[in-house]
């Protein structure tokens, strides 16, 4: 995708008041238009065209050309530590210093972009005195947006979302080699503090606490016993006197970024995924699941907190994982756990599910695979997404019995050698029949979707002929009621589909066209989003793959949901 090419540039910011105007590429100036014009224009499109500054300024920006090389090296060093694919581009704009945008392209398909004042690292350094690791930490958080799929939305801020972004922002800068200090350097000198009476915008403290807690989670999970210090842990990235260790990925040295005092980190090829420095295991702690935990996305595809799993095939699964979400979207990920804090295998599966955002928000697609072999449980919980590819696979039961026939073998030698691969087997399942949907965010709006449908009434289409079919939506409708009862032929609900036994259940939807819609969802899935459950009345900003589109619009349209943010 060529950024110079999108029709649109965001103007919306999260962390701001209202959402300016929208201009279209090639347009006037906004200074010549009048401002009934530009209104008319941001409302048209407030809700699937969105930017989120750092700082929380308003953002108002036409795009540039490609940002500078040193924005875009020093991306490229931030995802090489993150685990993950980067499912954004990166360019130059007018904004204070970076903000993440939700860009539509000339066809209204979304791309996710950074947008990089041309003059970022200079300004940052000069505000924070020199500080190197500032311009890293804004980055890492604008990262973080795209990579959890957060849904940015215009005419306010969404305080949930800010601050998942900073505690990714913490948790990667330990990982490149961080102090505590100066990983919060950014946000204590570039945030200001929240207004008194001022709910809807993160002040300084609550920023710092969050990014505190991202440092502070990727500290404890290498399993280190002062991270109360603050001190940089042993990560493979150059400290501040630029001495550069060995990257866990490239055998390449650092890039040169000629620009002052900024760290020496490594760099890695970014096709790559992430290979375990040590031909020995080494285990790792997942976080203590917490319903009240500020989630932030995971670095990783297999987790082992015993240590016990053969290291070079982990490290070819992380590697056959990150191309798979490189290529297709869907995260998978494989956690072998000591404890399970009370819960069930599946109550644990659903709670990281959250708390590492496994998959990305927006769309659902991520996968947890528990195994509890010491509660003798295991699990297999799917983002709403994969749900709908995968409904009646039963990986529990393969985890299950791999825990009853493998974990003795294992544990006997305190090594599971080749066994690692069989229990790898499910999550490659997953990954096998994951990979030929498409996780664009198709429509914009449900009007466009209907009239795609109305265009096709009468062809005879193969399903994956058509547009419409299982395609995914974004549009804005308000909660009519929680509970339609099936059978009311002016609100259809299916019944099989919500009949007992089944996580299942239907919500009545009045679109912002005016369509009839209901919603089909796994309660479970409201526990995944930023603003809670879905309350009657409000009115929300939907992504949902569609399930039934007739094209008469006195229809009732049905749609599998995804995920929901409250609009503004």
């Given at each position: 995708m060529r950024v110079s090419s999108l029709a649109f540039a965001v103007l919306a910011a999260a962390g701001c008041g209202k959402a300016p105007a929208v201009e279209a590429a090639g347009s006037p100036p906004q200074a010549a238009r009048t401002t009934a014009d530009a209104n008319l224009v941001a409302a048209q499109i407030a809700d699937t065209l969105q930017a989120c500054s750092y700082d929380g300024r308003p953002v108002q920006f036409g795009m540039g050309g490609a940002a500078p090389r040193d924005c875009r090296d020093m991306i490229e060093q931030v995802m090489a530590f993150t685990g993950l694919p980067q499912n954004f581009d990166v360019t130059e704009a007018d904004v204070p210093n970076a903000a993440a945008a939700i860009l539509l392209d000339q066809q209204k398909l979304p791309h996710r972009v950074i947008a990089f004042n041309p003059r970022f690292i200079e300004l940052v350094r000069r505000e924070t005195g020199?500080?190197?690791?500032?311009?890293?930490?804004?980055?890492?958080?604008e990262a973080g947006h795209h990579l959890a799929g957060h849904t940015i939305q215009p005419g306010g801020s969404q305080p949930p979302i800010e601050l998942e972004a900073d505690k990714f922002s913490g948790f990667v800068l330990y990982k490149m080699g961080a102090s505590r200090s100066d990983t919060l350097k950014a946000i204590n000198t570039l945030v200001?503090?929240?207004?008194?009476?001022?709910?809807?915008?993160?002040?300084?403290?609550?920023?710092?606490?969050?990014?505190?807690?991202?440092?502070?989670?990727?500290?404890r999970q290498t399993g280190r016993g002062d991270c109360a210090s603050g001190a940089p842990g042993s990560a493979p990235a150059a400290g501040i006197g630029g001495t550069v260790a060995q990257s866990p990925v490239a055998q390449e040295p650092a890039v040169d970024i000629d620009i002052g005092a900024v760290p020496a980190i490594p760099t890695a090829t970014p096709s790559q995924a992430p290979v375990p420095p040590s031909a020995s295991s080494t285990a790792v702690v997942l976080p203590t699941p917490d319903a009240n935990a500020l989630p932030s996305k995971g670095t990783q595809f297999v987790y082992d907190e015993y240590?016990?799993?053969?290291p070079k095939i982990v490290a070819d699964?992380?590697?056959?994982?990150?191309?798979?979400?490189?290529?297709?979207?869907?995260?998978?990920v494989t956690m072998l756990v000591k404890d399970l804090h009370g819960m069930t295998a599946e109550q644990y599966g659903w709670a990281m599910m959250r708390q590492l955002r496994v998959g990305k928000l927006d769309v659902g697609n991520g996968a947890v695979l528990v195994l509890a072999p010491d509660q003798g449980q295991a699990a297999a919980v799917m983002g709403p997404g994969v749900a709908l590819e995968m409904a009646h696979q039963d990986k529990a039961a393969q985890l299950q019995r791999w825990i009853e026939s493998a974990w003795p073998q294992c544990k006997r030698k305190n090594a599971c050698g080749n066994w690692t691969e069989n229990m790898l087997l499910a999550a490659d399942h997953i990954r096998?029949?994951?990979?030929?949907?498409?996780?664009?965010?198709?429509?914009?709006?449900?009007?466009?979707m209907l009239k795609q449908s109305q265009a096709e009434n009468g062809q005879s289409l193969r399903p994956q002929d058509s547009k419409v079919w299982h395609k995914i939506v974004r549009f804005g409708g308000t909660v009519v009621d929680l509970a339609p009862k099936p059978g009311?032929?002016?609100?259809?609900?299916?019944?099989?589909?919500?009949?007992?036994?089944?996580?299942?259940?239907?919500?009545h939807v009045r679109s912002d066209e005016g369509l009839t819609v209901v919603l089909y969802l796994d309660p479970r899935t409201e526990g995944l989003m930023p603003g809670g459950a879905l309350q009657a009345g409000k009115r929300y900003v939907f992504t949902g793959r569609e399930s039934f589109l007739s094209w008469n619009p006195?229809?009732?349209?049905?749609?599998?949901?995804?995920?929901?943010?409250?609009?503004r």
């Open positions: 020199g500080n190197p690791w500032s311009a890293v930490s804004i980055m890492a958080h200001p503090e929240a207004v008194p009476g001022d709910s809807t915008h993160p002040g300084r403290s609550q920023r710092a606490a969050a990014v505190g807690d991202g440092w502070d989670s990727a500290c240590g016990i799993l053969d699964a992380e590697r056959q994982m990150y191309d798979h979400a490189k290529q297709h979207g869907v995260e998978i096998r029949d994951t990979d030929d949907w498409e996780w664009t965010v198709r429509y914009q709006s449900l009007g466009d009311i032929k002016a609100v259809w609900v299916d019944g099989d589909r919500v009949t007992a036994g089944r996580p299942a259940k239907a919500v006195k229809d009732t349209q049905a749609i599998d949901l995804l995920s929901y943010v409250q609009a």
